[in-house]
């Protein structure tokens, strides 16, 4: 079964400081993986998507993200965090075509500081 | 653009009672899905929807449950006899290939 982990629950930067969400998955096969992102009191929104294509993805509002099968990881990063960026980010996997159910980590949510 | 519709947003029933949440997927799009969110918990898979079909259904997705889709635009799930632990945020989701659209969500409260 796949799985992902998502270090850090909480993690607070300044504005204009660079945003690093850590995500580290556990897959039996070759993984997709995506970033979400959760505005409060809204649904999920695709923020992007690997599937086996270029290693490192770049998503929407600035966002990118790098897989690294030696690490196992797909962390997410901005250069430059903008307040608007405070919310809950998920990352999720899945296996085969990637039509499959995704599994989703537990969440970080980010806070932004003026 | 484009947007996975789902109605109600907000929707408190008694203990007992059937709901049904209601959820317009993104029109070209084949595979649809139901998650749900207890509070301050993850995202969890209930089931997937393929061709007129259940293809894929977690644990959680017991005989309360059932998902349809009675024509051609709308998917909706019913859970028969609504518990306590029901309460959650459902989320329906679709695909045509990888990488799910999500809806903004119905809050389900039980009471």
């Known amino acids: 079964a796949q799985s992902v982990t998502q270090l850090g629950s909480h993690v607070s930067v300044s504005e204009g400081a660079l945003v690093l969400l850590r995500c580290n998955y556990s897959?039996?096969?070759?993984?997709?993986l995506f970033w979400y992102v959760q505005y409060p009191n809204q649904g999920l929104q695709l923020l992007l998507k690997?599937?086996?294509?270029?290693?490192l993805v770049k998503g929407i509002n600035g966002f990118e993200a790098e897989f690294k099968k030696s690490e196992t990881s797909f962390h997410l990063t901005k250069p430059s965090a903008h307040m608007s960026d405070a919310a809950e980010y998920f990352c999720?996997?899945?296996?085969?075509?990637?039509?499959?159910?995704?599994?989703f980590g537990s969440g970080t949510r980010l806070q932004v500081q003026p | 653009e484009p947007e996975v519709t789902q109605t109600p947003s907000h929707q408190v029933t008694q203990m007992g009672q059937e709901v049904i949440l209601r959820c317009v997927p993104i029109?070209?799009?084949?595979?649809f899905y139901w998650y749900r969110q207890i509070l301050g918990q993850k995202v969890e898979f209930l089931v997937s929807?393929?061709?007129?079909?259940?293809?894929?259904k977690s644990e959680i997705f017991d005989d309360q449950f059932s998902v349809e889709r009675p024509d051609g635009s709308n998917f909706t799930l019913k859970i028969r006899s609504t518990k306590l632990e029901d309460s959650a945020m459902y989320f329906c989701?679709?695909?045509?290939?990888?990488?799910?659209?999500f809806g903004q969500g119905t809050r389900l409260t039980v009471v």
């Open positions: 989701a679709s695909t045509r290939d990888r990488g799910a659209f």
């Open positions: 999720a996997v899945t296996l085969d075509t990637g039509r499959r159910a995704l599994t």
């Open positions: 929807f393929y061709n007129n079909e259940i293809s894929e």
């Open positions: 897959s039996s096969v070759p993984p997709y």
């Open positions: 690997y599937t086996s294509a270029a290693t």
């Open positions: 029109s070209n799009h084949l595979y």
